[in-house]
């Protein structure tokens, strides 16, 4: 008789049973955002474990956004920003050692179809905003990390116009990773910001007539640009993203 092979059973520390009870009730909606747990002296009874293990619970929870301490030592349940979120995952996409093939195609999907619901969504304050980015662009041509961010900003504003979180939450761990990578192309392509401004001014443009198919048709230039000065600057599309992509991850506020 063949003998059957079983997997070790996983016994999770009581700091993860902790963690994962709450997530379960916050996921089921049992505990709304906003709407508070207590203190880590409330749950240390409810639980019946010590403190330490209340406290290790509770930081996963807050590194994760789904928790936050308000007055008193109080414990709320929050929603993780979309930042928050971006950057574990952007983190792990270079972890994972994604290569930059990887990177366009999705940008290939996703932007395009990101401004077209933006040219049917967008609002007057947003069209505000993308005018007011653009015009800083102008001004900022000969500034290397100021243009890489407000290329990220110009982008990220036209996810928001998009009205989808999804979308949002699906582009922004690739915008981390392309801001450092427009840094180095705007340093070696001399043409690399004109030609950013001129595919920014024309999508707006766009944008302000509600005019998808030329905004699609631009974005579609706009991502080829990127490529081709991807490209320029010596990367290898087949190969892991680079190093200073998780520097940059780690230099960010918003790391947790």
Do not use: C
Not at 12 to 29: F, K, N, S
Not at 44 to 56: A, D, I, K, L
Not at 142 to 164: G, M
Not at 195 to 219: I, Y
């Amino acid at each position: 008789m063949k003998k059957q092979k079983f997997e070790k059973l996983e016994i999770l520390p009581a700091y993860r049973q902790v963690a994962d009870a709450i997530e379960q009730q916050i996921m089921e909606g049992l505990i709304k955002p906003e709407e508070p747990i207590g203190t880590e002296a409330d749950l240390v009874e409810q639980f019946g474990v010590n403190r330490s293990t209340v406290r290790e619970g509770i930081r996963l929870l807050e590194q994760s956004g789904m928790l936050r301490r308000g007055e008193k030592r109080r414990l709320y349940v929050s929603l993780p920003g979309y930042d928050k979120l971006a950057t574990r995952i952007s983190r792990s996409l270079v972890l994972h050692k994604v290569t930059f093939r990887e990177l366009v195609e999705s940008l290939e999907i996703l932007e395009p179809k990101t401004i077209e619901l933006a040219a049917k969504n967008i609002t007057d304050d947003q069209l505000d905003r993308l005018e007011r980015n653009v015009r800083e662009t102008e001004e900022k041509l000969d500034d290397k990390n100021e243009l890489a961010r407000l290329d990220t900003e110009f982008h990220s504003i036209l996810a928001e116009a998009a009205q989808n979180r999804v979308f949002i939450l699906a582009r922004e761990p690739s915008g981390l990773l392309i801001y450092p990578a427009t840094q180095y192309i705007f340093e070696t392509v001399p043409e690399a910001p004109s030609r950013l401004l001129e595919a920014h001014k024309v999508m707006l443009n766009a944008l302000r007539e509600r005019d998808v198919a030329e905004a699609k048709s631009w974005m579609h230039k706009h991502v080829r640009d990127f490529v081709k000065g991807l490209i320029r600057t010596g990367v290898d599309l087949d190969g892991p993203i680079a190093k200073p992509h998780l520097e940059h991850l780690f230099s960010l506020d918003t790391y947790l």
